[in-house]
């Protein structure tokens, strides 16, 4: 109402109200732009937003009669998780697994960009590239099958086949727990070195030459030169793209390692993350309760470690900082 | 500029060896898948996979072009991918541009709305009811569609592109007459090719290796995207065992899961050459500015 009564008076003086706007005459204004943002906010509100007070679930004991509406059961369903062994060991693997990710791609990619950068053939440096940012191309399920039939498969793999040719007997993988998680590691920096490997190097190309030329006029070597000079200006890129995985680091990485174990009872003790134990449980229509409270506690964790990151992120350098 | 290489020769040698051998492993697995698909059964089963095969057959790959789900498989991903990414851009390129003029009031209001769904969500179980239960997504191509259209991160990646274009170009286009949506598209848009293209590819290619929608939502095999179809291959496999029934050779189940494998990823070979280093050239745009 004000809005418009403001804009009547706007329109009789011939002049701009530039104090206060009512929503109303911000809508007149600017409406194209707001149609414009429209169809985005609508797809977030259905399937961000509406699913929220669902989590509701959590504190129910859920059935598909009554969908939403199921009696309540107040913390029942946290306490069976988190007294189960499940609850340990699923947190503690999703934290293993993704922290692994982080260091190895870190430091993996950090050293293939560092070598690249030392490569005085250009044709090689390109022919190099080119084939490490192929892995990043692949599907989950792709990079899974890679694994199970190619490499690690009981009968016929690759390592079994190396194995053999050491004079072991053949291992069988499939009722193996204990290296699985380091495979899923494993093939996880295989798929996603390539690409830091490229951000790394674009970071190193933007590094002024005339640091490294006054360096070697003082007399320092390679070495010296990349440890007092490559790195530390690295460390800001370094530090930045760590924090932000920090943010998913409950969210695991579900396609992979699903596509890699399935539903393989016997690779669970090393390898069943959070995401993997809801949906063995949606898709087994089993305690939909204690699945939506596992969900909740992933996301609450995962909150407050994406906000964490970001207050870090901030204080160390403001533009690079999400939100 | 050429920077004086410190590196003798002996530690260039040592350096191309390792950058040679990860790259030689990046593409290992699709030689190696490749030279077993056309591998004999047989073969396989007795010495493994093998770079050099000892006897060639082209039988899996004619039990898999016999296979009427590939071809319906290539089609849900055609199509899940060409309409997923041009609405997804659209609709992404649009709030994020909205968002980016500074005359919008609402606009950090806004820019709320959509980061909160960054940092929380409501978890797996209330998705999959909403998805199910009130929109019946399920056994539907559009549950392939949906719920990946708008990505926040995409949204302020492009906000910020745009708003670092000159208000000025906006304004005088304006003032000429032109409309807001005409501007996105005319003026906005061609100035921007470089951005759009490399979040063009990275929409595309999370849409055609999407496969945990599938998981969740396709129970009707006619309507598996290729990625899902290769990891339900198993329930596939009952064709090989028909069409094995009726000659007298081995049923090619290994084979049959290697050829389906590369046949799945052959457009991504085909098209890694030309589409790779726009990714690259994408990539170096938003780390050197970062």
């Known amino acids: ?323 | 500029m050429i920077r004086p290489s410190f590196t003798g020769k002996a530690m260039q040698l040592l350096i191309h060896l390792i950058l040679l051998a990860f790259a030689l492993s990046c593409v290992y697995p699709f030689i190696l898948t490749f030279m077993a698909s056309i591998s004999s059964e047989k073969s396989i089963l007795d010495d493994g996979y093998q770079l050099v095969p000892k006897a060639f057959s082209l039988l899996a790959y004619r039990v898999v072009f016999n296979d009427q789900f590939i071809y319906s498989g290539y089609a849900v991903s055609i199509i899940v991918t060409v309409a997923g990414t041009a609405m997804s851009l659209l609709i992404c390129g649009m709030a994020g541009y909205a968002m980016s003029n500074k005359r919008v009031k609402y606009r950090n209001g806004i820019a709320v709305y959509f980061y909160l769904t960054m940092v929380f969500g409501a978890g797996l179980l209330p998705w999959y009811l909403v998805c199910t239960q009130y929109l019946h997504l399920q056994n539907t191509i559009m549950a392939l569609i949906l719920p990946g259209l708008v990505s926040p991160f995409n949204v302020f990646l492009m906000r910020n592109y745009f708003a670092s274009i000159p208000s000025e170009l906006v304004e005088s286009a304006e003032i000429d007459g032109c409309g807001v949506m005409r501007t996105f598209l005319q003026i906005i848009i061609p100035l921007s090719l470089p951005m759009m293209a490399t979040i063009t590819l990275f929409i595309g290619l999370a849409y055609w290796n999407d496969w945990a929608s599938a998981l969740w939502f396709i129970d009707n095999p006619k309507l598996y995207p290729l990625q899902y179809m290769l990891y339900r291959i198993e329930s596939l496999m009952s064709f090989v065992k028909q069409y094995g029934s009726m000659g007298d050779m081995t049923m090619p189940t290994e084979t049959f899961q290697l050829a389906t494998l590369f046949v799945t990823i052959g457009p991504i070979i085909f098209l890694y050459p030309f589409i790779q280093r726009y990714f690259v050239k994408g990539i170096m745009i938003g780390a050197v500015k970062g």
């Open chain 1, 1 to 323: 109402m004000q809005g418009i009564a403001e804009k009547k008076k706007a329109d009789m003086q011939g002049i701009v109200v530039k104090k206060r706007h009512g929503f109303l005459l911000e809508m007149k204004r600017n409406y194209p732009y707001y149609f414009m943002m429209l169809p985005a906010i609508i797809l977030l509100f259905v399937f961000a937003y509406l699913p929220m007070p669902g989590i509701i679930i959590a504190f129910q004991d859920f059935n598909f009669v009554d969908k939403f509406k199921s009696p309540f059961v107040g913390l029942d369903n946290f306490k069976f998780y988190f007294t189960s062994s499940y609850a340990f060991r699923t947190t503690f693997n999703t934290i293993f697994i993704n922290m692994n990710y982080l260091f190895w791609t870190t430091l993996v990619s950090l050293l293939f960009a560092i070598l690249l950068n030392e490569i005085r053939l250009k044709l090689a440096k390109k022919f190099y590239q080119n084939l490490m940012f192929l892995p990043f191309f692949l599907s989950a399920v792709v990079v899974g099958k890679f694994v199970t039939e190619l490499v690690f498969s009981d009968h016929n793999g690759v390592a079994n086949q190396i194995v053999k040719l050491f004079g072991h007997e053949p291992i069988v993988w499939s009722q193996t727990a204990a290296p699985w998680a380091w495979i899923i590691i494993g093939a996880h920096v295989w798929q996603a070195a390539g690409y830091s490997t490229i951000i790394y190097l674009a970071t190193i190309t933007g590094i002024d030459d005339h640091l490294f030329e006054a360096a070697s006029l003082d007399g320092a070597n390679r070495w010296q030169q990349i440890r007092q000079i490559l790195l530390p200006l690295l460390t800001p890129m370094i530090i930045i793209l760590c924090l932000l995985s920090i943010g998913g680091m409950l969210r695991g990485d579900f396609g992979t390692i699903y596509s890699i174990i399935g539903d393989n009872g016997l690779l669970f003790e090393h390898t069943d993350v959070i995401d993997t134990y809801v949906f063995r449980a949606i898709k087994g229509a089993a305690d939909f309760g204690t699945t939506a409270a596992v969900g909740l506690y992933q996301s609450v964790v995962g909150f407050i470690l994406v906000y964490g990151s970001n207050a870090l992120v901030k204080k160390y350098d403001k533009d690079s900082a999400l939100f």
